[in-house]
């Protein structure tokens, strides 16, 4: 005869209850996070798809791009999936009966919260490393790729015996070029800008220089002549040349100002911190490296004031309605980035202070939270009452 089985302490119920909850928490979580990059990643897909086939770009230059918009996505994903995680578990305890089950056995919300903060101050540990260390090393990556992907297409493009519609405008013919060097024989190019005219000029050969450092290109040519023609077309000026040196604007090709890139966000910590104090030692702005080390600080403690949003929308559920707390939360999640933006602008144009700017969506969503979970604690409807006036219209209609 087996003999009954005896109940379990509160303690030992208690962690059972807590495994299980975080559990329910972690699939959806996982699923959140898996989603959301995919989205995000989708949404750049056609771009990356235009720089490998009709841009001419390596393959190599492409994944690698790829892998370093990753962890800027991540950071946008986790505190969207830690709630989402939340607001979905808590919902399919709600619409099951399990949470009236458990406040029946004595377990209120406040006791099934706890290990969450501890979920909370996981995920928030986790986008701490990804701003303090994988975004910054990220851009600086993406930096280097979007320059190695500019300079490569200098050449990657062109086409020998035709007329190639190159940088800025610009055309280019060459006779022979090797692939390898990128060096040319027998060159053409014309350009007409408005404020210098239309231009061509003839060379013998010609070479395209890169400085990384700098990260500029020029085009080096030898042993040819300029023709430039004026606007009023009657006349033209020769110049014959030995060596020429033509400044290539990358940033036409790239759309982004590469010579201005490695700012506060594509720095460590430690050149951040150092950077900030030396502007402010020299009386000048450090606006923009203030944000980057408070924005690091930001996303990470809002994962922790998630589980008080969290719980109480998941809560709210009840049968055949379990998509209502999705959809608020949703919503919830799109309001705090739209708040989050707009307070990056508040602080750059120094409307609101700075600190007081980039911490303000945090505030109002710690409000919001402990608002919201005190309510569910108290078993108050989540959504306030309508005035009598407006109930007696709405029965009325």
């Not at 235009?50 to 946008?76: K, M, N």
Request: charged residues 20%.
């Amino acid at each position: 005869m087996t003999p009954p089985k005896l109940p379990q302490s509160p303690r030992r119920t208690g962690r059972t209850l807590q495994r299980y909850v975080l559990r329910e928490i972690r699939n959806a979580f996982l699923v959140g996070i898996g989603s959301a990059v995919s989205v995000l990643f989708v949404l750049r897909v056609v771009e990356l798809v235009d720089l490998a086939f009709a841009r001419g770009v390596p393959g190599r230059l492409v994944l690698a791009l790829s892998g370093y918009i990753v962890p800027s996505f991540l950071e946008t994903a986790i505190p969207m999936a830690a709630l989402l995680g939340i607001v979905v578990a808590f919902a399919r305890l709600g619409t099951d009966g399990e949470l009236v089950a458990l406040r029946a056995s004595g377990i209120g919300l406040t006791d099934i919260v706890r290990p969450l903060l501890a979920f909370g101050l996981a995920v928030a540990t986790f986008s701490l490393l990804l701003g303090v260390w994988a975004r910054p090393w990220a851009n600086r990556g993406i930096e280097k790729t979007t320059y190695e992907m500019a300079r490569t297409r200098l050449t990657a493009a062109l086409r020998p015996g035709v007329f190639n519609d190159w940088f800025g405008g610009v055309i280019l013919y060459v006779e022979q070029l090797d692939p390898k060097s990128g060096d040319m024989r027998s060159v053409m190019l014309a350009e007409e800008r408005k404020e210098y005219g239309r231009k061509t000029i003839f060379a013998a050969d010609g070479h395209v220089q890169s400085n990384e450092d700098a990260r500029t290109a020029h085009l080096e040519l030898h042993d040819g002549s300029l023709l430039t023609y004026h606007d009023s077309g009657k006349y033209h000026d020769k110049t014959d040349f030995a060596s020429m040196e033509l400044n290539l604007d990358l940033t036409e090709d790239t759309g982004v100002d590469l010579r201005t890139m490695g700012g506060p966000s594509a720095m460590t910590w430690t050149d951040l911190v150092a950077e900030r104090s030396a502007k402010l030692a020299r009386g000048e702005s450090a606006v923009e490296e203030t944000i980057e080390l408070h924005r690091k600080f930001v996303l990470p403690a809002a994962a922790i004031l998630l589980p008080f949003i969290g719980v109480p929308l998941g809560a709210m559920g009840r049968r055949g309605v379990r998509s209502r707390g999705m959809l608020v939360s949703i919503i919830v999640v799109l309001l705090y980035y739209l708040l989050l933006t707009g307070a990056v602008t508040l602080a750059r144009q120094q409307i609101v202070p700075t600190v007081l700017s980039i911490w303000l969506p945090n505030l109002l969503l710690g409000g919001l939270g402990l608002w919201l979970f005190r309510r569910s604690v108290t078993e108050r409807p989540l959504m306030l009452a309508l005035p009598r006036w407006a109930a007696r219209r709405k029965r009325a209609q």
